[in-house]
C-alpha cells in the first residue's frame, strides 16, 4: 500500500518548493542586511573579529 502511493507521488512539486523556500530566505536576508540594518550596527558588527572580545559600549 505505502509502495503503490509512493510510486504515484510527484517529487518534482517538493523540488520546486524547496528552491522557492531557498529563494524567499536568500531574499529575505538580503533584506534585512540592506535596507533594515543601521550604518552604526553594520559598522558594529563589522568590527567584532577586531575587538578581541570587549564591546565598544563598555
Known sequence: MIRDILREV???TF???ALLLFV???VA???KTLWL???EESCEQANIPL???KRSDQ
Do not use: E, Q
Request: no cysteine; hydrophobic share 40%; proline share 0%.
Open 29 to 31: 536576508a538580503g533584506i
Open 37 to 39: 540594518t543601521s550604518r
Open 15 to 17: 523540488a520546486t518548493l
Open 10 to 12: 510527484d517529487y518534482s
Open 24 to 26: 524567499l530566505a536568500f
Open 51 to 53: 575587538s578581541d572580545g
